[in-house]
């Protein structure tokens, strides 16, 4: 069974760049499609974007002027960097696993609290 | 960007009886609708996908029907663990992929 894990600071301050990593465990990152999910607290789901193994990139129109994403195949690892951090931005952050472009999400990880403080 | 809405937002249901939870796109999804449930302090859990196939390991109490733009999630006799936030996803017009707003399942 893979298993994700985020990893990154829980406190940013506001205006700095946040750099996640999601460590994917117990199978291959190559050939799937690897994503970010955030939830501010008590509320919805929101996707940030999503690299192929290739680090062929796709992100949320809300947020693609603030986001980069990248693919370390050989570490099995990738990463969201999210800049201009408002308090807005404060949220749990998933990472999550797309097996093909149209289907749901169906691995994800624990996810990891970020709080935006000014 | 299709618009996913989910009702009610909250649902008070007996143990023992049946949910049933609606999700409605803003324009036809097809059938790439997937159900997602959430317990407290839990990262989301995909439930069905496909409008109506159930994920590995979803109990058969599970089941979720429709076709367009209206969707259904029924959960049967309910039990304590089932008391939960269930989320709608669409994964037919992408990017984005959205979400409903969650309907909060609580128990009566």
């Known amino acids: 069974q893979v298993q994700l894990q985020e990893s990154g600071p829980g406190l940013v301050r506001s205006s700095e760049t946040l750099s996640l990593t999601c460590s994917v465990s117990g199978g291959s990152i190559i050939s799937y499609y690897w994503n970010w999910i955030r939830q501010p607290a008590g509320k919805g789901l929101e996707w940030i974007g999503r690299?192929?193994?290739?680090?062929?990139?796709k992100y949320n129109p809300s947020l693609k002027s603030r986001i980069s994403m990248s693919v370390d195949t050989s570490k099995n690892q990738f990463s969201l960097k999210l800049t201009s951090l408002t308090a807005a931005d404060t949220a749990v952050y998933y990472c999550?696993?797309?097996?093909?472009?149209?289907?749901?999400?169906?691995?994800w990880g624990r996810g990891t609290l970020v709080t935006v403080s000014s | 960007e299709i618009v996913m809405t989910q009702s009610p937002a909250t649902l008070s249901v007996s143990p023992g009886q049946r949910a049933t939870l609606s999700c409605r796109a803003s324009?036809?999804?097809?059938?790439?609708l997937a159900w997602y449930q959430q317990r407290p302090g839990q990262a989301p859990r995909l439930l069905i996908y496909a409008t109506s196939t159930r994920a590995t390991g979803t109990p058969a109490k599970f089941s979720g029907s429709g076709s367009g733009t209206e969707f259904t999630l029924t959960i049967s006799s309910l039990q304590s663990e089932d008391f939960a936030v269930y989320y709608c996803q669409q994964y037919n017009s992408w990017p984005p992929y959205t979400f409903g707003q969650g309907t909060k399942l609580e128990i009566k």
């Open positions: 999550a696993r797309l097996r093909f472009l149209d289907s749901p999400f169906d691995q």
């Open positions: 324009q036809s999804i097809n059938n790439n």
């Open positions: 690299i192929y193994t290739n680090g062929s990139a």
